[in-house]
């Protein structure tokens, strides 16, 4: 089933509808065709029920970045459009009675970690292969501080050999943003995959997910 939030965004309903645990991905058109899988690998990994929610976006570099940046790979720059985004996103997690997760790969893990420091709603974060390396995150985060009360994070073991002098920090990035995290005792982990960035991205946002949904944790809301 899907239906329209608005001209950007389409929503895409997956598993239980009625179900207490909601998963909540943002994907590009890239990502669709796999959806289904991820699912299946979902499935494989808990052993509850979940509804889950795709949000496809149709611009990747504008909609999921919280500020302007200048453009590291193509010619596309990166926008300020997730603040737009994630407002329209709450708007479909307003029953209290759910637990809210909210996860994506890449450009989509960043926005679901910044997302994180806006709102408490998201119980747990699934952060696979995140582009943290985007400028300022890693600062912005440590300043803001994170909402929810677990964050799965995960890297390829070969995405920070890249020849781009920017996406290359992304190991440093990410074992200093692990670092914090554990210094503040946020519920997390750091696992690192095989290859680099565009290996096996189903089953690393399963893993995520599966990783932030089986965590056990006394269940209540920051603040």
Same mark, same amino acid.
């Given at each position: @089933? ?6 950007? @965004?389409?929503?895409? %309903? ?20 796999? +959806?289904?899988?991820?699912?299946? *690998?979902?499935?494989?990994? /808990? ?15 504008? *909609? ?20 737009? =985004? ?5 708007? /479909? ?5 759910? =637990? ?13 970690? !910044? ?5 408490? +709603? ?10 943290? !390396?985007?400028? $300022? ?5 440590? &300043? ?15 995405? %920070? ?5 920017? @996406?290359?920090?992304? $190991?440093?990035? +990410?074992? &200093?943003?692990?670092? !914090? @995290?554990?210094? *503040? *005792? +946020?519920?997390? =982990? ?20 599966? !990783?932030?949904?089986? =965590? &056990?944790? &006394? ?5």
């Amino acid at each position: @089933m899907n239906k329209f939030l608005d001209n950007r @965004m389409t929503i895409y %309903e997956y598993g239980n509808p009625t179900a207490d645990v909601v998963l909540i991905q943002l994907v590009g058109d890239h990502d669709l065709h796999d +959806i289904e899988n991820e699912i299946t *690998e979902i499935r494989n990994f /808990i052993n509850k029920d979940f509804r889950f929610i795709v949000v496809k976006v149709n611009n990747w570099y504008q *909609e999921l970045t919280p500020w302007k940046a200048p453009a590291v790979f193509g010619n596309e720059s990166f926008g300020d459009g997730a603040w737009q =985004t994630l407002e329209k996103l709450l708007k /479909i997690c307003t029953d209290k009675n759910k =637990t809210y997760y909210i996860g994506g790969y890449s450009l989509s893990g960043l926005f679901a970690l !910044w997302a994180s420091c806006q709102t408490d +709603i998201f119980y747990g974060v699934a952060a696979a292969s995140p582009s943290v !390396w985007f400028p $300022g995150f890693v600062e912005y985060l440590k &300043e803001r501080k994170i909402k929810s009360r677990s964050v799965y994070l995960s890297l390829g073991n070969k995405e %920070e050999k890249t020849k781009n002098s920017v @996406m290359s920090k992304v $190991g440093d990035c +990410i074992r &200093e943003l692990y670092a !914090w @995290m554990q210094a *503040e *005792e +946020i519920q997390c =982990t750091l696992e690192w995959n095989q290859g680099g960035h565009f290996k096996d991205p189903t089953l690393r946002v399963a893993k995520a997910f599966a !990783w932030v949904s089986n =965590t &056990e944790n &006394e269940k209540g809301r920051n603040g």
